[in-house]
């Protein structure tokens, strides 16, 4: 357990956990088929809690990707870019329904012009094939801004709730992050006056003002000779104060790898579902197109 419970991969992890809640053997290989990945090696994944500020993963199965390492520590970056590119694309999406709706404008203008061209050539009692062409005309405008319109609101629409479902999961994963780099702050903050106040007193040699653990063993001699051993035992508390912090800025690492994850998986799924919903309804509107010209050409 004391080995267990020094890795910050298993002692935060649900297995663990588990283990300890239950007493019933059964009940906790049941829910250990729940809690155990289908799809993740724990030998994958390296320095999952690094105080540098990355969280390093490779592929050890692959043999290619064997030096290969991704690190999440631009994750408000990624998401920056994203939301900048799905900005653009939506200041681009309102440009182009501002000039739909004019090309709607003039198309129904055109389509009242020949309107009126064909009341015009009736009125005079001139070729009626002539007056035909206006109406097969006037049709025409009439069915292209109706399909203007609605393949500039189907696009409008599909778009607009895809751009909403991505920003908001960027913000909620962005959010867990902020919070994980206040802690690793903080903890920064906190190990770097600690080890000036241990510099401090393993110049000054007083093991007097040392503030070791008066319960634990100490080997006298080699605290004199090794300044790592002597550094691990001063300021016991404070000490403790630091490791706490560490777990929990472990905790934070681990569980937004697992964070960045799913909202990549869900991300994936929404766009692909996003996508195909947008095709189905798209689909209808361009064969609305070809019967359209069908029509022109056989009525003409």
């Not at 990707?65 to 799905?86: G, H």
């Amino acid at each position: 357990m004391d080995e267990i419970l020094k890795n910050e991969i298993l002692k935060t992890s649900d297995p663990l956990i588990t283990f300890l809640s239950f007493s019933e053997r059964g009940f906790f290989e049941q829910q250990m088929k729940v809690l155990t990945p289908k799809n993740i090696n724990v030998d994958s994944i390296l320095g999952i809690k690094s105080f540098t500020g990355k969280i390093e993963v490779a592929d050890l199965e692959n043999d290619q990707f064997n030096n290969s390492k991704t690190y999440f520590t631009s994750i408000e970056n990624f998401f920056t870019f994203q939301e900048d590119e799905l900005r653009n694309i939506k200041n681009n999406l309102n440009e182009y329904n501002v000039h739909m709706v004019e090309v709607c404008k003039h198309l129904e203008q055109m389509e009242n012009g020949f309107s009126r061209l064909s009341q015009f050539y009736s009125k005079a009692n001139l070729s009626k094939d002539i007056c035909n062409v206006f109406e097969q005309y006037q049709i025409f405008f009439k069915n292209w801004k109706r399909i203007q319109i609605n393949q500039t609101s189907i696009i409008r629409n599909k778009l607009i709730e895809y751009f909403k479902y991505i920003k908001n999961k960027g913000l909620s994963l962005i959010e867990l992050i902020k919070k994980q780099n206040e802690v690793q702050t903080d903890y920064n903050k906190i190990k770097e006056e600690l080890m000036n106040k241990k510099e401090g007193y393993w110049k000054k040699m007083d093991i007097t003002k040392w503030e070791m653990n008066p319960m634990a063993q100490i080997d006298s001699a080699l605290l004199f000779r090794d300044k790592n051993y002597a550094f691990s035992k001063m300021c016991y508390q404070e000490t403790m104060v630091l490791n706490n912090k560490g777990d929990l800025l472990g905790y934070y690492y681990r569980n937004n790898i697992i964070n960045i994850k799913n909202v990549m998986d869900s991300i994936e799924k929404f766009s692909v579902d996003n996508l195909v919903s947008f095709s189905k309804e798209i689909e209808p509107t361009v064969t609305d197109v070809v019967n359209v010209w069908s029509n022109l050409a056989s009525n003409l």
